[in-house]
């Protein structure tokens, strides 16, 4: 009797210890996954990055072609040394009092007309058909609610002026068809003003001057 549980003592120890080195190899699997997946997410934000930097640059490059043949329009703000000598904040409000939010410049013209339904199971979700026309050319992309909250964010921090558009907020039941629709004419309605303040910022790309 005393052997037999000499045997299962030892036995029980190895159970245990080969239980613990199963444990640090899963943590150890576990913590190479997530430096893999964190290094899948920095790539993907690179590649992300560069492709706004260049669709910055083609918008630009185009806004440019179009105001060589478009007149100037009166309505921007102008460039004297009162205007020079405001605060930030004080730019910010006289660029606001400026702004009509009515329609944007004739050689510029961004609309949402749809969306769709993409992806299964948790990963389902709507993406918002964005068309930017300018002069005879126009082009479309496909950009997700998300994709829109993070340029909100992004542009709030380089230009304090876009804090007092209000971007669209988070809704329950986002799968929803009718929830999208409504979606969908806020961000049009937001996605307008933004490019109408940002072609009146000095600083911004999308100043055709």
Partial sequence: ???????????????????????????????????????????????????????INQLKAKLEMSNNRVPASGNRVSRTQSCETMTTNDQSKHLMRQLTFSEPPAMLNIEIPTFVLRGSGRDLHYEYLVKITIGDESWCVFRRYSRFREMHNALK???????????????????????????RTLLEEYVRHVVELCMRLPECPLNPS
């Fill in 1 to 55: 009797m005393e052997r037999q549980d000499r045997v299962n003592n030892l036995v029980e120890q190895e159970v245990k210890c080969r239980l613990f080195e199963e444990k640090l190899e899963r943590e150890k699997l576990r913590k190479l996954e997530r430096e893999k997946d964190k290094q899948e997410r920095d790539k993907e934000i690179q590649r992300l990055k560069s492709i706004h930097q260049r669709e």
């Fill in 157 to 183: 921090k380089k230009y304090p002026v876009i804090n007092q558009l209000v971007f669209p907020p988070r809704r329950f039941f986002h799968k929803n068809k009718k929830v999208a629709a409504e979606r």
